[in-house]
Structures are given as C-alpha cells and as structure tokens.
C-alpha cells in the first residue's frame, strides 16, 4: 500500500529566504507525482505535476524535482513571500486509472514579514 | 477564483435530515471526484465518475450517494450523516480520469452534522 510522507510538517521562515520542501513515498512504482496548495478553509490549488519520466518542473519561483528510484520529490520556493503561507500537499497517482491517488499529510509553511 | 464551483459553502444539517452538495465545472472535463477532508488532515478519495459513470467507490458508506446528471454537474446526496461526517467536502476534476491528467479543485463545502 503506497504511503506519503512530508517532512517537515510546519516551517516558518522570514520573508525572502529559499526554501526546499520534501515529499517521500514507499512505493517507487508511480504514474505521476502532483504539488498542491492549500489555503485555510480553502480548496486546493494544483502548482505543478510531474509526470514519472521528468525529472523536474518549474513554474515562476517554484521548481519541483523527482527521484522516483529513491521515492523523493522536494518542491523548492525561491525568494518566499508572506502570501505563499499555506499549507502544501505533495500527491502520488499509483496507475494510469487513478485508483490510487494518495495525498501526503502536508506541510504548514508560515512566511513572516 | 476556482473553476470549480461548489454549493453551498456551508451546511450544518441534523442527523435525521436529508441534503445535497453541488459541484459544476465548465472546462470540458470528464472526470469528476468527491474528496472528504477532516481537520488539519489530506483529502481521502471517495468517489469517482468518468464520463459520467461511477468509476470509483472507496468503500464509502451509503448513506452518501453521488448523483452524475451531466458532464459539467456532480452532486452527493446525504441522508441520515453521523457527527463524524463533519469535514470538508471537496470537488475537483480533471480532463480524463486516466493519463494522469491534473485535477482541479472547488473550495469545499464545509459540512457541520449536529
């Protein structure tokens, strides 16, 4: 059974700084791996998806890498801003049909002013 | 602002009475899912439609009962909910159910059962 973890659970940082984020799961064998955001009492908002042959994506100040054989995925955030505090869920999609789509716990980012 | 839109925001409902959540989504997709989210915890998948047939049912309780009208609407029925059904309730969708393609979320209706 697939199993996703996400270390650190909650980190606050001050304006400015970079910061890497880690997602890990047991079972290798993914379809796809996908980075959300999720804001209080909110939905969530898909930032990036990689795609189990890529090895990173990008979008503006946010870059996620995959390592698949060693089951890691880390979403970097360049230069963090008060408004990217949320919390951020790494999820892996085990089959082409989605039967197993599991979600990591999460991690809290506070970004302080 | 989300293009999936889920009515209503919030409901707070006995455990006698019977409801419905709204989700709609314009983009052409055609798969549809309903997530359940308790506090400070991720979604848990619950249902799935593809093409607007029951795909997935992870084993859910029947006392929620999702409803497919169309390819833009997904609705889940609820009847007769325990106090512990209070959570969030999240729609998404995406392209394709398979292809791996990217969901995308509505805000939730927040579910409070009395």
């Known amino acids: 059974k697939q199993e996703v973890t996400q270390i650190p659970a909650a980190l606050s940082v001050p304006e400015g700084e970079n910061l890497v984020l880690n997602c890990s799961f047991t079972?290798?064998?993914?379809?796809?791996l996908q980075w959300f955001r999720q804001d209080p009492g909110k939905g969530l908002t898909s930032l990036l998806l990689?795609?189990?042959?890529?090895r990173e994506q990008t979008s503006g100040r946010l870059n996620a890498s995959l390592d698949k054989s060693s089951g890691r995925s880390t979403l970097y955030i360049a230069a963090s801003q008060p408004g990217d505090s949320a919390t951020y869920l790494c999820a892996v999609l085990n089959d082409d049909y989605g039967q197993n789509f599991v979600f990591g716990p999460g991690t809290r980012l506070s970004v302080l002013p | 602002d989300t293009e999936v839109t889920q009515t209503p925001k919030h409901l707070v409902m006995g455990m006698t009475n019977k409801k419905s959540l709204k989700c709609e989504q314009h983009?052409?997709?055609?798969?549809m899912y309903w997530y359940k989210q308790k506090a400070k915890k991720p979604p848990e998948l619950m249902f799935v439609?593809?093409?607007?047939?029951?795909?997935i049912n992870e084993s859910v309780p029947s006392r929620f009962s999702p409803e497919c009208p169309n390819s833009s609407l997904l609705n889940l029925h609820l009847h007769a909910l325990q106090p512990e059904d209070s959570a969030l309730y999240l729609c998404?969708?995406?392209?394709?159910?398979?292809?791996?393609?990217?969901?995308?979320f509505g805000d939730g209706t927040r579910l409070s059962i009395l």
């Open positions: 998404a969708s995406s392209q394709k159910h398979f292809g791996g393609q990217p969901q995308h």
């Open positions: 079972d290798s064998a993914i379809y796809n």
């Open positions: 983009m052409g997709h055609r798969a």
């Open positions: 990689i795609q189990s042959s890529q």
């Open positions: 439609y593809s093409y607007e047939k029951l795909s």
